[in-house]
């Protein structure tokens, strides 16, 4: 914060824009009956300016990841192998690779169960959890994400993922407050 200066980030057109460029693969024609939601850096492209990613992430409950993964091989999809975190990777018939994190937390079976939608209609983690989601990994491009998505957010969003991460993860609401001030400071 010693360094930073306000409005030496990327211009306000950017850092305001929400795009759908890249192709993604509708994993819904896949996977119909499981609940699910798209988690990762295809789930920033609603809170943030897009960012390059060649990986498709999505969370499931963890007492529903047969369904999913039964629905997955009905489709063709190939099980690469199992994740350091609960979950499996997964190639898709298009070669798309899939991470599915498994999850057997209270809040996401909130988060499976009110998301938002992208341009193409996939269900799209919530702002505040996807910001939960980011802080408990903690790694360099997911602080970045959380920074950038909590740069471009309003006030009442900001209130709210403040609320599900104090709720959540209360340990990391400094860190949090600080990714908030660098990521204001972007788009002075």
């Known amino acids: 914060?010693?360094?930073?200066?306000?409005?030496t980030g990327s211009g306000l057109d950017f850092i305001k824009k929400?795009?759908?460029?890249?192709?993604?693969?509708?994993?819904?024609?896949?996977?119909?009956?499981?609940?699910?939601?798209?988690?990762?850096?295809?789930?920033?492209?609603?809170?943030m300016p897009e960012r390059m990613t060649l990986d498709l992430n999505i969370l499931v409950l963890a007492r529903d990841a047969r369904s999913l993964y039964?629905?997955?091989?009905?489709?063709?999809?190939r099980k690469i192998g199992e994740l350091a975190i609960p979950g499996s990777q997964w190639e898709?018939?298009?070669?798309?690779?899939l991470d599915v994190l498994e999850s057997n937390a209270d809040w996401?079976?909130?988060?499976?169960?009110?998301?938002?939608?992208s341009?193409?209609?996939?269900?799209?983690?919530?702002?505040?959890y996807l910001v939960l989601m980011k802080l408990q990994s903690a790694r360099t491009q997911d602080l970045s994400d959380v920074s950038?998505?909590?740069?471009?957010?309003?006030?009442?969003?900001?209130a709210k993922v403040k609320e599900i991460v104090s709720q959540y993860l209360p340990g990391a609401l400094e860190d949090l407050e600080s990714?908030?001030?660098?990521g204001k400071l972007e788009i002075k």
């Open 119 to 128: 341009p193409n209609g996939l269900p799209i983690i919530a702002l505040p």
């Open 179 to 182: 990714l908030i001030v660098l």
């Open 148 to 158: 950038r998505m909590m740069g471009a957010a309003t006030s009442a969003e900001i």
């Open 70 to 77: 039964a629905e997955l091989e009905k489709a063709g999809s």
């Open 1 to 7: 914060m010693k360094r930073v200066r306000p409005g």
């Open 18 to 47: 929400r795009t759908w460029t890249y192709p993604v693969t509708d994993i819904k024609a896949i996977v119909n009956r499981t609940s699910f939601v798209v988690v990762g850096g295809i789930a920033t492209r609603l809170y």
């Open 108 to 117: 996401a079976r909130v988060a499976i169960a009110t998301p938002n939608t």
């Open 92 to 97: 898709l018939p298009d070669l798309t690779s």
